[in-house]
Each structure stands twice: as C-alpha cells, then as structure tokens.
C-alpha cells in the first residue's frame, strides 16, 4: 500500500460510524482520547532521542569511529516507529507496514558506516518524534480543555456549591458568579458545557487525523523500498523457476535422451560384434535399425528439449511463433496480433520470450484444466515509442476458478504463480479473473524493452 493509499485510510478512518449525537459516548472516541495520553507520555522521551539522534550524529562526526554510535542511534529509532506503528494500528484502527528490514548490503568500512548512520527508516523515525512533539501536546491540551470544561460546566448545577462565597457589590452572597447563583444561569452553563462536550471529539479529531497522518507519511514503508521489496521477491521467484527449469531439463536429458543414447550405443556395440565373428547378418541388421529408429527418437526429445529453451519459432517473430503454437495446440486456438506489436521492430528477446512462454503455459493450462472448447488470444501494442507496453489478453470459455496461489514453503509453485513472477520480474502486470463456471481471461501487460537494473 503506497504512503497516498495509507494517508486516504488514514483521514477515512476519521469518519466510520460515528455521527454528532453519539460522538462523545463512542468507543472510537475515548481509544483516541487514551491514545493521546500514551503519546503524551512517550512524546518528550521520543523528541529527546529525535533531538539526541542529530546532536550526536553532528557533534562526534569528526572522530568518524564515533560514528558508529550515532549510526546505532539512528537504527534505534526503528524500535520507536515500530512502537508507534503499534499504537496507531492498536488504537486507531490503522495498519502501517513495517518498512523493511535493515540489511548490511555493501561490506567494507566506509559503507558499513554509511548503511548505519544514512538509514532511511530509522532518519524517517527521528523525524516523526520531532515533527509529532508540537500536535501531540497541543492535542492533549486541547481535546482535555474541551472535556474537562465540558464535563464542568454541565455538572456545575451541582458542584458549585462547594466553591466559596464571595459578596456583591450590593452585599448578597454568592458562589461561582453572580450569574451562577440563578437557575437560569445555571442552565446557560449547563448548555454551554453540553455544545462543548459534543464539540470535544471533533476538535480531539483534528490533532489525532495529524498524528495519524505524519505517522502514515513518516514510519510506513516508501514507494521505492516497496519497489525493491518487490523486485526482490520476484528475482527471487526468477532465480527459483530458473533452476527448477534447469533441473527439469537436467532430468529430461539424463532419464530420457541420455538413457536413449546408451541403449544405442550398446546396440551399435552388438551389431559390431555381430559384424567381427561373421555372425548372423540379419541379427545385426535387427539390431542396427533399432539403434536408427532410437537415434531418430533421441533427435526428436532433443528438439523438444531445445524448443522449450528456446522455441526456434521465434526466430521469426512472436506472431510467427504464436501462429505455430495455435497450430500445434491440442484445443483451437484463435491469435489475433496486433501488427504494431513488432511494427517498430522486435520486442526485446527477454521480453518477447517470456510473451511466448507465458501464452504457451496459459494455452496448456487451459488444456489441461479447463475444460474449455477453445482459446482466443490478443496480443496488442499500448502506446508509441520506446515506452509503450504490450497487452496480452488469453481468455477461454472454460469451467474457471483458476487463481495464483502463493508459494507455501513447500518449494511447490502453481503454474500462474510462477508465471506472475516472471512477469514481474520485467515490471509487468499479471492478472487473473476467472469465477467458477468461467470463462477465464488473464491480461498481462509487459514493457517492450526490459528494464536494466
């Protein structure tokens, strides 16, 4: 959820269920009001560390070791963001996300130094403690004074009675006012101190939205951490699919194309030997042209091996490549390319590999599973240029409920999930709409260049 999403969420989340009339009596109400006292009592801690945070980063740096402690310093203040990350989540019915994890990335001194000392989250934090000093305490101050003068002047009827007397000009003697010594007057305060208590949430409100929002600015993760959480996790999931596929081909060629080789050559060993003593000449003849029908059956698991590294189609382009998959699919296929897709020039080999692998999977998928009569594909060109992006669009009249299910430890993978990844990987988008009883349509957007990182 990006930082824009969160601050929406968080001035939303001011408004739920609870109107005018029942504000002051709402369970909302008084979670925010003991919200303020927790950050009241944190708040001049926090800005002592905030404020000790720059001070010490500032007066030890030229003794450079030194700043080692204020580096520890500042991943310190992570634990005070996560411990107002909890309250907010706690009590105010936000949900911050953790930003990500401290990682020592670079070794060596000077980096090791900078990571520690130029940590963003833990800098983001210090910011927060001091820049939430002001709004916490005038917060406090404010939504108690409404409460406070509230709850008083609506119980002044009673309690004004135990203040002193004090005397008149004209000699009566009264208490709390002259005012507040008629009914009428106490009436008027009681009004007033009501208007004031419904008043109290709205105004308590104001400084509790501030907060919230400088917390959900300040200690959620940022766009770009997020990013790269992202792209880490889908390099991941590359390098992961990478081996698999690796191993599969590994697998392939020893339990099937190597074993075949073999048994050719020990056929051809026989017919040698056959050949050497004079033997039976139609024994060796049998035993040749089982080891010609087996070199033929190794050629042909060897072309299927290569094509499903590198399909041989599109060493013509990806409709070219496309057309030839419809053709050999065991379902009707129907393709509809867009000629701008390649009117430019071809896509990048990355980009336009994965295109073909992801259609291929879905068109098996949907062979496999789906139950479906046929397959319509579209692929298409968005936008102009060295920017623009390419659609693809599969969909089929199948019984549906397909979904990506996320890895579950295991080291199993759904097809789509590891078609997602991969998609990814490449900043493109991967999206699945398939309610049972169908049909099924995935859209998958990818860049027409991959992007270097």
């Known amino acids: 959820m990006t930082t824009m999403a969160l601050n929406r969420q968080a001035v939303g989340a001011l408004q ?23 950050v009241l009592l944190l708040a001049p801690f926090a800005l002592a560390y905030g404020i000790l945070s720059v001070a010490l980063t500032a007066g030890i740096a030229v003794t450079v070791v030194g700043l080692f402690v204020a580096g520890a310093v500042v991943l310190g203040a992570r634990g005070w963001g996560a411990t107002y990350r909890g309250l907010v989540r706690g009590m105010l019915d936000v949900d911050i996300g953790s930003p990500a994890p401290f990682v020592r990335r670079r070794p060596g001194f000077w980096r090791a130094l900078g990571s520690t000392i130029g940590d963003p989250a833990g800098w983001r934090a210090v910011l927060f403690m001091v820049a939430s000093f002001p709004a916490t305490v005038a917060g406090f101050l404010v939504s108690t004074v409404f409460l406070l003068t509230g709850l008083g002047g609506l119980t002044f009827w009673f309690w004004h009675r135990f203040l002193p007397l004090e005397q008149a000009g004209d000699g009566t003697w009264y208490r709390g006012g002259e005012l507040a010594s008629t009914a009428v007057g106490q009436l008027l305060i009681a009004l007033g101190g009501l208007v004031l208590l419904f008043v109290w949430p709205w105004a308590q409100r104001l400084f509790v939205a501030l907060i919230r929002i400088l917390a959900v600015a300040l200690l959620s993760p940022t766009r770009a951490s997020l990013r790269v959480a992202e792209l880490e996790a889908s390099r991941a999931g590359t390098v992961d699919d990478a081996d698999a596929r690796l191993r599969r081909i590994e697998r392939d060629l020893h339990d099937g194309t190597q074993a075949r080789l073999v048994a050719v050559a020990m056929q051809l060993g026989e017919a040698k030997e056959q050949l050497a003593r004079q033997g039976d000449p139609r024994q060796a003849a049998e035993l040749l042209d089982t080891a010609h029908t087996s070199t033929k059956e190794a050629l042909v698991e060897l072309r299927e091996l290569a ?10 382009g990806l409709a070219v490549a496309l057309a030839t998959l419809a053709a050999r699919a065991p379902l009707p296929v129907a393709v509809e390319v867009d000629p701008r897709v390649e009117a430019g020039g071809r896509l990048a080999p990355a980009i336009e590999s994965i295109a073909y692998f ?8 949907t062979a496999k599973h789906a139950r479906a009569s046929g397959v319509h594909v579209l692929v298409e060109r968005l936008g102009t240029g060295a920017v623009g992006t390419v659609s693809i669009q599969v969909h089929d009249d199948g019984r549906g409920g397909a979904s990506v299910v996320p890895p579950d430890g295991s080291g199993l993978r759904s ?31 990818l860049p027409t260049q991959a992007t270097r990182r």
């Open 358 to 365: 992801t259609i291929a999977e879905l068109v098996t998928n």
């Open 16 to 38: 739920g269920d609870v109107r005018f009339l029942n504000a002051p009596f709402a369970s909302r109400t008084w979670r925010q009001y003991g919200f303020l006292w927790l």
């Open 307 to 316: 094509r499903g590294i590198h399909p041989p189609a599109l060493d013509d």
């Open 415 to 445: 097809g789509l999930a590891g078609l997602a990844e991969r998609v990814r990987s490449v900043d493109g988008t991967f999206e699945v709409s398939s309610p049972v009883g169908g049909p099924t349509l995935v859209a998958v957007t």
